[in-house]
């Protein structure tokens, strides 16, 4: 197993818990239907989960262990949704029966994990014939940004450092058709989308979540523990993180790969 570079941090959910089907998984929306049994691998904080349900007949919502689970549980329970139930899972090793699902998703998982041929393995044994195994996942080397600050080229380096040395991958997105077809897929439509912020409200919560998380999150310890970075070093970004943030013409682009992959 890895070690999961973001942690759990509030930054880190304010950050996650803006994700739904429309900004997330949109690429996936046109084969789901009522009557839909959804597999989603590495739920969070339940959000896509929950959004999921709303169209499907059943979901299924894993994560690595149970602090993670109660994330997705205590969304589910707040918008009083019951159709779905939540299991403890290693990608790698899943404890459910082969083809035991219509739809498997994982979005921002595979980047996270030790070894994604084996997981998407895994994802296409409990998937029925003919399902469709999906993936969504972000490619930092992608990341463009204006201004060009040397404070966020500094911190998309020092990222993927950490992710690397956790043993993730996370210029993930553009992996994604390799990982599918090592992983034995043979039918794989693979397409991208972005997520863009650019105005004055959407530059405030990005350049702010990335301004907390660099310095409050489970990176920053990581960072500093390893020795790849010093906390000024960090505080630093933090204040370049802001400057971007405050900037009139502030742009940023973050690309996404995409899989659908027929069982």
Same mark, same amino acid.
Not at 10 to 14: F, I, T, Y
């Given at each position: 197993m890895t070690v999961y570079t973001h942690g759990h941090h509030? !930054?880190?959910?304010?950050s996650h818990s803006n994700r739904g089907i429309d900004n997330s998984a949109a690429y996936l929306r046109p084969f789901l239907s009522p009557d839909t049994r959804l597999l989603d691998v590495g739920a969070g904080p339940g959000t896509i989960t929950v959004e999921f349900a709303e169209v499907v007949a059943h979901v299924t919502a894993t994560e690595i262990g149970d602090a993670e689970l109660a994330l997705s549980r205590t969304r589910a329970e707040e918008a009083g949704t019951k159709n779905i139930d939540f299991s403890?899972? @290693?990608v790698h090793g899943l404890s459910f029966p082969d083809g035991a699902f219509d739809v498997v998703h994982a979005h921002q998982v595979l980047q996270h994990? &030790?070894?994604?041929v084996q997981a %998407? =393995?895994?994802?296409?044994?409990?998937?029925?014939?003919?399902?469709?195994? #999906?993936?969504?996942?972000?490619?930092? #080397?992608? /990341?463009?940004? /204006?201004?060009?600050l040397p404070e966020l080229d500094?911190?998309?380096? %020092?990222?993927?450092?950490a992710a690397r040395a956790n043993g993730g991958e996370p210029d993930?997105? =553009?992996r994604l058709l390799s990982w599918a077809k090592a992983a034995g897929f043979e039918d794989v439509t693979a397409t991208a989308s972005t997520w863009c912020y650019a105005t004055p409200e959407e530059r405030?919560?990005?350049?702010?979540?990335? &301004?907390?998380?660099?310095?409050? !999150?489970?990176?920053a310890r990581q960072l500093v523990d390893a020795g790849m970075a010093e906390p000024a070093d960090l505080r630093r970004i933090s204040e370049g993180w802001r400057r971007?943030? @405050?900037a009139e013409d502030g742009w940023f682009l973050v690309p996404h790969g995409e899989i659908i992959a027929r069982a």
């Open positions: 509030e !930054s880190v959910l304010r403890i899972e @290693d994990v &030790a070894d994604p %998407l =393995r895994e994802m296409r044994r409990v998937t029925r014939p003919g399902g469709v195994v #999906a993936a969504r996942d972000a490619d930092y #080397a992608g /990341f463009i940004w /204006f201004p060009l500094d911190w998309v380096r %020092l990222y993927r450092d993930a997105g =553009r405030a919560w990005w350049g702010g979540v990335w &301004a907390d998380r660099i310095v409050g !999150s489970a990176l971007w943030a @405050d």
